[in-house]
């Protein structure tokens, strides 16, 4: 597809899916999921994809149309000119023509565009008896010759109908009554062949006319008001979404006659697609007041392969497979996600096996890796309950009761904080160290000793053990709930309520002490190189300096309540909270990456080789997750490794 002559600059956008510790995406590359943060300020409500899959466009709820570059995701061109939601939008067959609809007040219209300039063709303002009609549904024919416009509200004054427009004057060509009984038309699309044109209709009805004649030639009943409807590619079966179901029918001549239900949505099916090579059903539906979802359906048998909730507080809107099947994408809030379809197994399935859960079954808040990357664990103050994992295979090796877990500078041994606090060899688990000394939270000061917290409803003290023997060595003056060590073991620091406190693990003498105007602290960790140590809570994320403990980053509008870590160089903050990972250099003090989790994130940990592990709780569900994920090698791309992101 050639979107025209003209030479563009792209605008620079934020991708989730960006590598928060890497650079460059390889050409071509595409990743399981890419969640991304669209550019657009409110909502995104429509997607497709240009015929050759070169480029993808969305709607959104603050009137603007985007058109971007699918490979990197880079801004075309914005198409400004509605003046409400942009409900839907289609690319003409050949692509050189975006329709737009809006339905909402005071737009109310149809937009032509043409793709090589932006330039807006036509606006279809659609008028019955003088009155202003709301257009609910767009189609092009599959000759690209025609635009279909379905409207009406069954209304004296704005009947029902399907007008055809022709794409070379603009004229109105035809001009197809729907019958009157009761409610608006919906969507409109197509038969393949082009012969015939079908309309969902809120009086539980798809209705089919001959595009020639005008004349009604079928009718497929349905349980509910009829939302959105598509046709498969050989244009055999016909589907169409409604309250909480997507039902398909199998066309017999001029009959329709229902064969198939697919249920488990939540609320209105708004969003229907069917995959070109016909194996998959996508549909988005309103969800409950935690967010829409997308479901994908096998189109033969079905069978439910994947779901996924959409953006907290989205409603289910636009979903569409791409031009050969490969993948999907589907909106919600600011976001579109796309979803590789190639993921799925021969019988339809996603690998489930390749994409394990890591710490189901109850709320994580702790996470950590062994330097050399080849351990997990995780640790939950709710159950009581430390993991630790394999992470060639995520395969889970043992369990602790306990609450934290910390490894030694060379990966060999663990400690875990508990009722007791107890050391472990890494490879087969053996005790080797147990001391009486309740903690809640526990991490190393170098090689040589750790450091930990109680936390009660009578006491938040630290201590310092030796790290071979678990043997108390030092009691530190200031009160603790959170506490992190050096690696090279010069500093230990603790944060209690609103108060940081900075030691020289050497003498233990207090080096500096800071008092921050925030609220409860939910992590604290040092930087790699001990040069800086940062924490957050509910009302910001803070870096100090060390020694004095000055003020290197304070961001109070990032929402970051679950976790802090830097990366390997210590230049990169990375945050996690309100179900968003990002990015942060500390040079320039810019947001460089984001990646949206679909959890709410509980801690963030990274290694040298930049995995980056997240203990989070599931947002759709009663079970939590650890995630564990990795930016690909030369990548700008975030894989997920670890595929509980989606809620699987």
Not at 132 to 144: C, K, L, N, Q, T
Not at 249 to 262: A, D, Q, R
Not at 478 to 499: C, D, E, H, K, M
């Amino acid at each position: 597809m050639n979107i025209g002559t003209h030479s563009f600059r792209t605008a620079a956008v934020a991708i989730v899916a960006l590598g928060l510790l890497g650079a460059g995406q390889a050409q071509g590359q595409r990743e399981n999921v890419k969640i991304f943060s669209s550019g657009h300020r409110l909502t995104t409500m429509s997607v497709d994809y240009s015929p050759d899959g070169e480029f993808v466009a969305t709607g959104a709820q603050d009137w603007v149309i985007q058109i971007r570059r699918r490979s990197d995701l880079s801004l075309v061109r914005s198409l400004q000119g509605h003046t409400s939601y942009v409900r839907d939008l289609k690319y003409s067959p050949n692509g050189q023509l975006i329709a737009s609809l809006c339905e909402s007040y005071p737009d109310y219209a149809v937009r032509l565009w043409r793709v090589s300039d932006g330039a807006l063709l036509k606006v279809f303002k659609l008028t019955d008896n003088g009155a202003r009609v709301s257009a609910f549904g767009i189609a092009f024919s599959p000759d690209g010759t025609k635009l279909a416009i379905s409207s009406g509200t069954s209304s004296v004054d704005r009947p029902r109908s399907i007008k055809l427009f022709r794409v070379t004057d603009f004229g109105l060509d035809k001009t197809i009554p729907v019958p009157e009984t009761g409610g608006s038309l919906n969507d409109v699309v197509y038969r393949p062949n082009g012969t015939e044109i079908a309309v969902g209709c809120e009086d539980q009805a798809i209705r089919m006319f001959d595009v020639t004649t005008g004349d009604q030639i079928g009718t497929a009943s349905y349980v509910s008001g009829v939302f959105k409807i598509a046709y498969s590619a050989d244009g055999t079966k016909i589907f169409g979404s409604g309250d909480g179901t997507v039902r398909r029918f199998e066309s017999t001549g001029m009959s329709f006659s229902p064969e198939l239900t697919m249920s488990g949505m939540v609320g209105f099916v708004r969003g229907l697609d069917v995959s070109k090579d016909g194996r998959f059903v996508a549909c988005s539906d309103d969800g409950t007041g935690s967010g829409g979802n997308m479901t994908i359906f096998n189109a033969s048998t079905g069978a439910q392969l994947y779901r996924a909730q959409q953006t907290e507080g989205s409603n289910g809107f636009g979903v569409r497979f791409s031009p050969n099947s490969a993948e999907v994408a589907y909106c919600g809030n600011s976001y579109t996600t796309f979803l590789n379809t190639n993921t799925m197994t021969s019988n339809g399935q996603l690998p489930l096996t390749a994409n394990p859960t890591i710490g189901a079954g109850t709320t994580l808040s702790r996470c950590a890796f062994s330097p050399d990357g080849l351990y997990a664990g995780t640790g939950s103050l709710e159950s009581k309950n430390v993991a630790v994992y394999r992470v060639s295979d995520q395969k889970l090796l043992r369990t602790h009761l306990g609450t934290d877990i910390a490894f030694s500078s060379t990966g060999d041994n663990y400690v875990v904080a508990g009722t007791t606090t107890r050391r472990y060899r890494t490879s087969d688990g053996v005790l080797l160290a147990t001391a009486a000394i309740s903690t809640n939270r526990i991490d190393y000061v170098g090689a040589n000793e750790v450091i930990t917290a109680e936390n009660t409803s009578s006491s938040s003290k630290g201590r310092i053990l030796d790290a071979s023997t678990l043997v108390l060595l030092h009691t530190p003056a200031a009160p603790a709930f959170l506490v992190s060590g050096t690696r090279s073991g010069n500093y230990y620091a603790s944060i209690f309520r609103t108060s940081v406190t900075l030691y020289d693990a050497a003498t233990n003498a207090i080096l500096a002490t800071r008092t921050n105007a925030s609220s409860f602290p939910w992590d604290f960790k040092f930087s790699p190189d001990g040069r800086r140590l940062a924490f957050c809570n509910n009302d910001a994320v803070v870096v100090l300096n060390t020694p004095n403990l000055s003020v290197a980053y304070n961001n109070e509008a990032l929402f970051a309540f679950g976790g802090v870590d830097f990366s390997a160089d210590g230049n990169r903050l990375l945050t996690i909270g309100s179900h968003q990972i990002r990015a942060i250099d500390l040079a320039t003090q810019a947001t460089v990456a984001e990646h949206w989790s679909g959890n709410i994130g509980q801690s963030l940990r990274t290694t040298p080789a930049g995995d980056i592990g997240t203990a989070a709780t599931a947002r759709s569900k009663s079970s939590p997750v650890g995630t564990r994920l990795k930016p690909v090698p030369g990548s700008a791309i975030l894989s997920s490794i670890d595929r509980s992101l989606i809620n699987l």
